[in-house]
């Protein structure tokens, strides 16, 4: 052991684990496709303004979990902790307001947040979002829980609830900022210093307390439900009346405020059981005020971000296990040929696209064929004087045993090939 260790929080992810996460963004692809989303790639790094302006002072994100630092001039940068605000900023400073709108972006990748490490929390994690850009009909809301769900259910999830709730438009908000500010501010004492800070700059933050005492200081408070505007109850209604139409299971959790501060209208949440209510694997959203908030032009959007550490650790089995593992042919030369000769048919079957991999020691059949089924290699094709002055190969299966000689033009029809 070196004393070099990966920094705490984040990990290295080794095959066959691997496989499993290109599976997923490989299907997440090809979901996303289907609704017409396209990839988009923002760099790690950004000013650290972006996320204090959009993701909010407030939030327990830039308030104790970024990692933030000076660079060699003193510009002030921080690794991404979500890509929203960075889509955002994409979209401005790249004029995609002259696209055919919506414009449907998605992304995959490392995000950096300083938590406290345990199961399904890293310091560096990895999300799978989806970003709608230029459109607010709730049409869109309902497409954008629609085609998350699909990718879910493609998953081979079952049974996940989608937590849904409606922040309200600005008018909304702000009545409700007035009403819940009003109710604690004569309970100040009770609050804890951090919610204290919360009540001046934002009090909405303050729902999101895990303190049991402020927990239940709040099971009084005037419900943001309350305060929605005529017309953020008509957008949330019309939302459900498509979910339900689509068949999407979804429960409306009133007390959904979502960590981030640029949300607006409908916010929504995917808990797996296996991680605890506390932890969603997926969180989303409506933000129609974050590219206007950020000097660009007043369009909305909404999006959600899937966490793709959680969303493997709680894989379905059914989707998993289809994963493939399997171990390619192994070309052994025995006799006369060499390692090298074994190479050339290697090379040539690679030419048409098949896996296959060499022996690179002379060792005896017996002792190369004994490697070979401990690895679970369940082919092996054989070089030996014979074959070589023949034109010919032999290919065996190790399962049953069997074997068969075969010209060399037509081993590539039997590599894969059961037996
Ligand atoms: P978020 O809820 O902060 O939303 O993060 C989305 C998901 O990322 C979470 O549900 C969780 O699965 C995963 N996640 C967050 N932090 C960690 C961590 N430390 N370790 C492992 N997984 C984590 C956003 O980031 C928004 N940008 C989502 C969005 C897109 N809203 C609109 N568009």
């Excluded at 007390?255 to 932890?279: K, M, P």
Aim: with cysteine; net charge negative.
């Amino acid at each position: 052991m070196t004393d070099h260790r990966s920094v705490k929080g984040t990990r290295d992810l080794l095959p066959p684990e691997t496989a499993i996460w290109s599976a997923v963004e490989e299907l997440a692809r090809e979901v996303f496709a289907l609704y017409g989303y396209r990839e988009i790639r923002t760099p790690i790094l950004e000013h650290t303004e972006l996320f204090e302006r959009t993701v909010g002072e407030a939030t327990d994100i830039v308030s104790k979990e970024m990692y933030s630092f000076e660079d060699r001039k003193g510009r002030r940068l921080t690794l991404r902790p979500e890509s929203t605000a960075s889509v955002a900023r994409a979209f401005i400073e790249n004029g995609l307001q002259s696209w055919q709108q919506p414009v449907k972006l998605f992304y995959i990748g490392p995000h950096f947040r300083y938590e406290r490490p345990q199961r399904g929390r890293y310091r560096q994690f990895h999300q799978i979002g989806a970003e709608l850009l230029g459109d607010d009909t709730p049409l869109s809301d309902a497409e954008v829980v629609l085609m998350l769900v699909r990718f879910l259910a493609r998953l081979g999830y079952e049974g996940l609830v989608v937590r849904l709730n409606s922040l309200g438009d600005p008018a909304s908000r702000e009545a409700y900022r007035r009403a819940l500010r009003s109710y604690l501010e004569p309970r100040r004492g009770d609050l804890g210093e951090e919610s204290r800070r919360r009540l001046e700059i934002n009090p909405l933050r303050i729902l999101d307390t895990k303190d049991p005492a402020e927990r239940r200081l709040l099971a009084d408070a005037p419900r943001l439900g309350d305060s929605l505007t005529e017309g953020a109850r008509e957008h949330f209604g019309a939302v459900r009346e498509l979910l339900d139409r689509f068949g999407v299971a979804y429960e409306v959790d009133e007390r959904l405020v979502r960590g981030l501060d640029y949300y607006t209208q409908t916010v929504f949440e995917i808990a797996s059981e296996e991680l605890g209510a506390q932890d969603a694997i997926v969180g989303g959203g409506r933000y129609d005020d974050l590219l206007g908030s950020l000097g660009g032009p007043e369009l909305p959007g909404i999006g959600f971000a899937i966490g793709e550490d959680r969303l493997v650790d709680t894989l379905p089995e059914s989707f998993s296990g289809r994963v493939s593992h399997e171990t390619p042919p192994l070309v052994i030369a025995v006799g006369e040929a060499r390692p090298v000769d074994a190479f050339d048919l290697c090379e040539e079957l690679r030419d048409d696209g098949l896996c296959c991999e060499v022996e690179v020691r002379e060792r005896s059949l017996g002792s190369a064929l004994k490697r070979a089924d401990r690895q679970g290699v369940r082919q092996v094709l054989l070089l030996g004087d014979d074959e070589l002055e023949a034109g010919e190969v032999t290919v065996k299966w190790m399962d049953s045993g069997e074997q068969e000689r075969v010209p060399r033009s037509q081993v590539a029809a039997e590599v894969g090939a059961e037996r």
